[in-house]
């Protein structure tokens, strides 16, 4: 029977064990063909100028789908081999050359590659309709993307899923071929050694950490370049994760298994020996665990933030059906009129006064506002606004201006998404009276129009504003809700046409917040979808790094149960020991995200509290429902014969 025939019945006697390691694969290929077929398709590529964010959100998220998958891969790969180490001693006794088994194993690498690289392919070609239509509706984007199969992203994807088995099965057949007999039937019998550790890597590991930390609570985007500050946290970060669980863990755990008080209590001797003596073997996978934990979470928030973000600037953007200036009674009358005779309800008027004044900066050299000019309103403008538009929140976003203090508020302007500017504790002059900047926020007023959607709004006290607006001409937009949005724009037509001296004063539903949905649709629909991939191939990680462990403690737990150790205790023990091996690189990974959120905050200027629970909080319940599966499939392994 030749090489390839042996492989072949191999890998059919062996599906079984092969399950998750072949489901992930075939997940993975899925899901890079989509990535890379946006890149590809022709409606993207028409707008191109215009998607940028897309594109390059595409391909970060293969790139880094890639990077995961092969750490995923070379460590899965790993556990194959090691298990079957008494297989490959076996075949070593009957005969066989370490050539021909390395060759053996090598073709049946590749052909689970091969083979999830077909099934992969045709799920990705079978649901690519469905991707694009979930990835169109994330950008609002009304036409209908028609279905095509990819010739480009097939040719890529065949190119670098191939090098990657390719390198697997090479990598396979070295270590079979170097390989001796007596260490093969000595695998199972084989004790790890104590591990060696390093007060001054542990010390640096969580040094490297710290400062990780500190820089990303500390960003300010006017001080320090976005992309360095990243590169060097993501460095710093992963560096001092990995000699966290190196040394610093090990040292920790080490001082645990010396201390009486604590290891002779219960099963915990059994558990904290275990961990201890195999973290020369497993801190590598630890680290990488904390890391993907870190990926998954901090993907998940960032796309259900940009969600929440979108949603609210649309408010922020386009407040009102239509607007227009007029303080003419006449004039409301004529549009009131206009409005109902288009068969139209109008749900709503409100009504807001404000002027255009000059705002100086008198310690800021850095340009705030164009030409210094800005929106002047007061609070109760402010206040009552947030009211007829039933803003959420609205009572804790907005603080009340204290007049003795000369207390002023910053909105950001309507045409800005977000802004890394902070002007909190900044004195702005205002017609020759000082104000000092108490808060600095974005919400809804007069929206993204044509003459005032790019200027910054200050909110003053309503005394100060009722002294200041007497030498400025005050302005009144007055905002209007209808029951069809979608005719607002026919009706704004219909409304300069009475109103032809006024035309430029009449402000249709602004639609251009639209095109910035497409710089956050990608973000949140890929972020989804890798949130998912990262998930998967941590479960993955965590459950070949336990099941390994299993085989490794049967014959010991097996002994312990012939002299009397109970079930409940080796349950017990089991939770103890795998709670340790996975909950403390997913509470890490947890902290890491944390922070990476924080630091978006910073960057974007905003808030993202609820996203950051909500995230965290789905993955902790679906991190503990997998630990408590996991420990019951464990104490299945190692407690029944």
Request: aromatic share 12%; with cysteine.
């Amino acid at each position: 029977m030749n090489s390839f025939k042996i492989a072949f019945k191999l890998l059919k006697n062996n599906l079984k064990i092969y399950s998750l390691y072949f489901v992930v694969l075939v997940v993975s290929v899925a899901t890079y063909y989509n990535f890379t077929a946006i890149q590809y398709n022709e409606m993207f590529i028409q707008i191109t100028e215009r998607l940028q964010s897309a594109v390059v959100a595409s391909a970060a998220s293969a790139f880094v789908l890639i990077s995961t998958i092969i750490f995923f891969m070379w460590h899965a790969n790993g556990f194959f081999l090691k298990q079957r180490q008494k297989e490959t001693g076996l075949y070593m006794l009957m005969g066989i050359s370490t050539s021909k088994i390395g060759r053996v194993f090598a073709i049946e690498s590749i052909l689970i590659g091969s083979l999830s690289l077909i099934i992969g392919l045709f799920v990705g070609i079978l649901f690519s309709k469905l991707f694009f239509m979930l990835l169109g509706k994330a950008m609002m984007m009304s036409q209908e993307i028609p279905f095509s199969i990819s010739g480009q992203s097939i040719v890529q994807l065949v190119i670098v899923f191939g090098i990657i088995f390719l390198i697997l099965g090479i990598k396979n057949f070295r270590i079979i071929k170097k390989t001796q007999l007596i260490n093969m039937l000595n695998a199972a019998q084989e004790k790890p050694s104590p591990p060696k550790y390093s007060y001054k890597k542990g010390g640096l590991g969580l040094l490297l950490i710290v400062v990780g930390y500190v820089i990303a609570l500390n960003f300010k985007p006017w001080d320090l370049d976005l992309l360095l500050s990243t590169m060097s946290i993501l460095i710093l970060v992963s560096l001092g994760t990995y000699l966290f669980f190196g040394s610093s863990l090990t040292i920790i755990l080490g001082k645990l298994t010396k201390s009486r008080k604590f290891i002779y209590r219960d099963v915990r001797l059994i558990s904290i020996s275990n961990i201890f003596f195999r973290q020369k073997a497993n801190y590598r996978s630890l680290a990488m665990t904390a890391i993907l934990a870190a990926a998954t979470v901090t993907a998940f928030n960032v796309s259900i933030a940009f969600k929440q973000f979108e949603i609210n600037y649309e408010k922020i953007a386009s407040p009102y059906s239509l607007s227009y200036e007029s303080n003419s009674i006449d004039t409301k009358v004529k549009v009131e009129e206009l409005i109902k005779e288009s068969e139209n309800d109008i749900t709503g008027i409100n009504e807001v006064q404000f002027f255009v004044g000059q705002v100086n900066y008198v310690n800021n050299d850095e340009v705030i506002d164009s030409n210094n000019e800005a929106i002047i309103t007061s609070y109760s403008q402010m206040e009552k606004t947030l009211n007829f538009l039933d803003y959420r929140n609205k009572k804790s976003i907005l603080k009340q201006i204290e007049p003795e203090r000369n207390e002023i508020t910053f909105i950001l302007n309507a045409n800005e998404m977000a802004s890394p500017l902070y002007v909190v504790d900044e004195q702005v002059n205002l017609n020759g009276k000082k104000f000092l900047i108490t808060e600095h926020t974005q919400l809804p007023f007069v929206g993204d129009i044509q003459n005032y959607g790019d200027l910054n709004i200050y909110i003053l006290n309503d005394s100060d504003y009722k002294e200041i607006k007497k030498e400025n001409s005050e302005i009144v937009l007055n905002g209007v809700q209808i029951n069809n949005q979608k005719d607002s724009g026919e009706l704004a037509n219909k409304i300069k046409e009475l109103l032809p001296d006024e035309a430029n004063n009449v402000y249709g539903i602004n639609q251009n917040f639209i095109w910035e949905y497409y710089a956050l649709g990608p973000f949140f629909f890929l972020g989804l979808v890798m949130s998912l991939v990262f998930m998967l191939a941590t479960f993955s990680t965590i459950y070949f790094k336990i099941l390994s462990d299993a085989f490794a403690d049967r014959e010991q737990y097996l002994m312990l149960k012939k002299i009397g150790m109970s079930k409940k205790e080796v349950q017990r023990s089991i939770y103890l020991q795998v709670g340790i091996a996975f909950l403390v690189p997913v509470a890490v990974g947890i902290i890491h995200s944390i922070i990476a959120m924080n630091m978006l905050e910073q960057i974007m200027n905003v808030k993202f509290l609820i996203p950051i629970i909500l995230g965290n909080g789905l993955f902790v319940l679906v991190m503990v429902a997998f630990y408590i599966g996991l420990c019951k499939n464990y104490t299945k392994l190692v407690y029944e014969e």
